[in-house]
């Protein structure tokens, strides 16, 4: 019997109104790509929807997903891939945490919600945990597939340079090669 759950991302319509203001770099610090990967994420913006089990995590590609390839998401996945465990955080959009620790050819993911709103929009400073076991492979190749979407959309558009998406996707195009 195989009680593994789906983990899954799915993308959005792209968001007519922008909530923020677009991304600067008034210090001149960032590089081509990163600046590029932030306007591409804020110009580019929708729901993001990781679905895992029957529990459906809603962020946006600006400013969470911004946030996660600010964290080198691609040596995440390669992490992954070793044994390593990995966190992913959305602390903008919502507050919920993923762990992810690889176990043989599963993945054991620890969904938790943290200083969350309920149903009535009363805020609270409690937590909760769920815990899911996924496969390995799915989670991996999921992973990949999303990071290899988001840098292929932004050189498409013109925010980062053919190079750059290269650079940026090398730890986790050695596994899509490899699978």
């Keep these: 019997m195989n009680n593994l ?3 899954q991302i799915r993308w ?3 968001l007519l109104e922008k909530f923020a203001h677009p991304p600067e770099d008034v210090l001149g610090e960032l590089s081509h790509f ?3 990967i932030r306007r591409f994420c804020y110009e580019s913006d929708r729901p993001i929807s990781i679905k895992i089990g029957k529990e459906q995590v809603k962020v946006f590609l600006d400013p969470d ?3 996660l390839l600010e964290e080198d998401l691609p040596t995440q996945i390669d992490q992954l891939s070793r044994g390593e465990k990995i966190h992913l955080e959305f602390v903008e959009s919502c507050c919920v945490t993923i762990e992810l620790v690889p176990l043989d050819n599963k993945v054991n993911c620890n969904l938790g919600y943290f200083g969350y709103s309920d149903s009535n929009k009363n805020f609270s400073l409690g937590s909760s945990y769920k815990q899911f076991q996924l496969d390995r492979k799915e989670v991996l190749e999921t992973l990949t597939d999303f ?3 988001i840098a292929d959309m932004a050189t498409e ?3 980062i340079t053919r190079q750059e998406r290269d650079d940026f996707i090398s730890p986790v195009e050695i596994h ?3 699978s």
């Design 157 to 159: 558009t013109g925010y």
């Design 34 to 36: 990163e600046m590029g």
């Design 65 to 67: 997903i911004s946030m």
């Design 176 to 178: 899509k090669i490899s």
């Design 147 to 149: 990071c290899i979407k």
């Design 12 to 14: 959005g319509e792209p």
């Design 5 to 7: 759950h789906k983990f």
